[in-house]
C-alpha cells in the first residue's frame, strides 16, 4: 500500500511540489496585500490545507521558533472557541459589520461568519471563519483598531483566493 501511495504521489506531481514548497521561504504579510499584520495563516477547508506567512520584519519580539509556537497556539485556542458547540464566543471589542446589541456569537455549523478579536499584552488575534470555504488567523500589535485588522484581513483573503493555484496543491491525490 505505501509504494502504491508514494508511487501516486510522484506521478501527480506532488511529492515535487511539497519539496518545492518546503525549500521556499515563507512570503512576509506585505506580498500577501496585508502589510500591517505581523503573521497570517489561510486555512483551506474546502482543500484541508494552510498557509503561512513569515513572521512581519517590523515585529521582532515575534521572531524566533519560540514566538512562532506561541502564535500557532493562540491560533489553535481561538481555533477551538470558534469551534465550539458549548461555549459561546463573547467579543472582546465589536468588529465591523457586527450587530453591536449581540455579544455572544457561536459558530454551530449554520452561520455565515464568524470572528474573534483578542487582545492580549503582546499583540491583537483576530480569527475568522467563512465555513466550508475558509478561516483565517492573524496577528497584529496591540494598537492597531478591530477595523484595521478586518480591513488587513479582508485584503488578504481576497489574496489568498486569488493564489489558492499557487499557495494549495490543487488537485492533491485523496485515498
Known amino acids: 500500500v505505501k509504494t502504491s501511495i508514494a508511487?501516486?504521489?510522484?506521478?501527480?506531481?506532488?511529492?515535487?511540489a511539497i519539496q518545492t514548497a518546503?525549500?521556499?521561504?515563507?512570503?512576509a504579510p506585505a506580498s500577501c496585500e496585508a502589510a500591517s499584520?505581523?503573521?497570517l495563516v489561510y486555512r483551506s477547508l474546502k482543500a484541508d490545507q494552510y498557509f503561512e506567512t513569515a513572521v512581519a520584519t517590523h515585529a521582532p519580539l515575534h521572531q524566533g521558533p519560540h514566538a512562532r509556537?506561541?502564535?500557532?497556539?493562540?491560533?489553535?485556542?481561538?481555533?477551538?472557541?470558534?469551534?465550539?458547540?458549548?461555549?459561546?464566543?463573547r467579543l472582546v471589542?465589536?468588529?465591523?459589520g457586527a450587530d453591536k446589541t449581540e455579544e455572544t456569537f457561536g459558530y454551530n455549523g449554520n452561520v455565515e461568519h464568524s470572528e474573534i478579536w483578542d487582545v492580549r499584552e503582546s499583540e491583537?488575534?483576530?480569527a475568522i471563519v467563512n465555513p466550508g470555504h475558509y478561516e483565517i488567523y492573524a496577528s497584529f500589535h496591540i494598537y492597531t483598531s478591530a477595523a484595521q485588522a478586518?480591513?488587513?484581513?479582508?485584503?488578504?483573503?481576497?489574496?489568498?483566493r486569488a493564489a489558492r493555484n499557487d499557495i494549495l496543491l490543487t488537485k492533491a491525490p485523496v485515498w
Do not use: D, K
Open 150 to 160: 478586518m480591513a488587513c484581513a479582508t485584503r488578504f483573503a481576497a489574496w489568498a
Open 22 to 27: 518546503a525549500a521556499s521561504p515563507l512570503p
Open 93 to 96: 471589542s465589536p468588529l465591523p
Open 124 to 126: 491583537a488575534v483576530l
Open 69 to 89: 509556537a506561541r502564535l500557532l497556539e493562540r491560533y489553535f485556542n481561538l481555533s477551538e472557541r470558534l469551534h465550539s458547540y458549548r461555549r459561546t464566543i
Open 7 to 16: 508511487c501516486q504521489l510522484q506521478e501527480g506531481g506532488t511529492t515535487s
Open 37 to 39: 499584520s505581523i503573521h
